[in-house]
Every structure is written in structure tokens, then in C-alpha cells.
Nanobody, 123 residues
């Protein structure tokens, strides 16, 4: 399984970006996919997750501003709106086949497959 992110960039506060993550390889009929970010000097944190049933969850810091989705070709998206300077980070997509208890899906240690990251800078 390989993941490649795109769509990062530099925007002004209040702006929007749509991040994409192209997923190749077979995950099976049951899987979960997530977006994470690492800000300078901080640990990586979970941002959003979607599973193969379409169930979603978000970190409190992005609720109401970010939307996770996927299309029929397994491309994962993160629509980011009303961006703030504190959203500045490298954003990573990740995935894993199977299921984990839902309360763990924003923890990075339940994911085995990761993309290389895309930089988002909000000024």
C-alpha cells in the first residue's frame, strides 16, 4: 500500500485548501484512513478519520472547519476551511486494513501505512 499526498501550500488566515491522498494497493473491504499533522516543535496529532463504512471523526481543534472524505477510487481528501496560523503543519495521510476500536482512530500507532506529507502554511 502506498500513499501520496498533494494539495498543500501557503494561504492567508481564513483561506482554504483541499488536500488529497492517492492510495494504491489493496486494503480489503474493511479499513480506516486518517489525516495527521505535525507542527514545528510539536508531536504528530490526529486530525480526522474515515472508515470503510463512511464513519468520520475529527479532532476538536478542527471540528466545523475540516471535512474528510474519500471517493470511489480510494483517494482521500481533507477540505480545510477557515484556516488559522495554528493549522500550520506538515499534513500526513495514513491508512490500515481492518478495524480498531473507534476511540483509537486518531492515534498514530494504529496506522501502518503513511504518506510522505504535504506542507500547509497559514499566515
Amino acid at each position: 500500500v502506498q500513499l501520496v499526498e498533494s494539495g498543500g501550500g501557503s494561504v492567508q488566515a481564513g483561506g482554504s485548501l483541499r488536500l488529497s491522498c492517492a492510495v494504491t494497493g489493496y486494503l480489503g473491504s474493511s479499513y480506516y484512513m486518517g489525516w495527521f499533522r505535525r507542527a514545528p516543535g510539536k508531536e504528530r496529532e490526529g486530525v480526522a478519520c474515515i472508515n470503510s463504512d463512511g464513519r468520520t471523526t475529527y479532532a476538536d481543534s478542527v471540528k466545523g472547519r475540516f471535512t474528510i472524505s474519500q471517493d470511489a477510487k480510494s483517494t482521500l481528501y481533507l477540505q480545510t476551511n477557515s484556516l488559522k496560523p495554528e493549522d500550520t503543519a506538515v499534513y500526513y495521510c495514513a491508512t490500515n486494513p481492518g478495524r480498531v476500536p473507534w476511540q483509537y482512530v486518531l492515534l498514530d500507532n494504529v496506522y501502518n501505512y503513511w504518506g510522505q506529507g504535504t506542507q500547509v502554511t497559514v499566515s
